[in-house]
Nanobody, 125 residues
């Protein structure tokens, strides 16, 4: 069973950075697109970023473009979300999710099959 794990949440000051890994121990991610999602209090879950199975294509929500960067290291079965210039409105539970992708350029947020339990990111002074 593919089970993403997101260990990298925490408290960050506004304007600060945070790097969150999504690890999938013991499972190859070579055929999976990986996405990061978030859900803020009182709001619906939204797609933040997605990376194609070979890392060649990425997708970002407008609210994080230019601030967040997604990357992957398939040899380590890990995807990273580098979050810079964090804002209080970035406060949310962040989830990592995966699905099988047939095209190298597939970076859609829909149809995720495997979900992590989430990690809380709080941006506050």
């Amino acid at each position: 069973q593919l089970q993403p794990v997101e260990p990298g949440g925490g408290l960050v000051q506004p304007g600060g950075p945070l790097r969150s890994p999504c690890a999938v121990p013991g499972f190859s991610l070579d055929y999976h697109a990986i996405g990061w999602f978030r859900q803020a209090p009182g709001k619906e879950r939204e797609g933040v970023s997605c990376i194609s199975k070979n890392g060649g294509s990425t997708n970002y929500a407008d609210s994080v473009k230019g601030r967040f960067t997604i990357s992957r290291d398939n040899a380590k079965n890990t995807v990273y979300l580098q979050m810079n210039s964090l804002k209080p409105e970035d406060t949310a539970i962040y989830y990592c999710a995966a699905r099988v992708a047939f095209a190298d350029y597939d970076v859609g947020f829909n149809g995720m099959d495997y979900w992590g339990k989430g990690t809380l990111v709080t941006v506050s002074s």
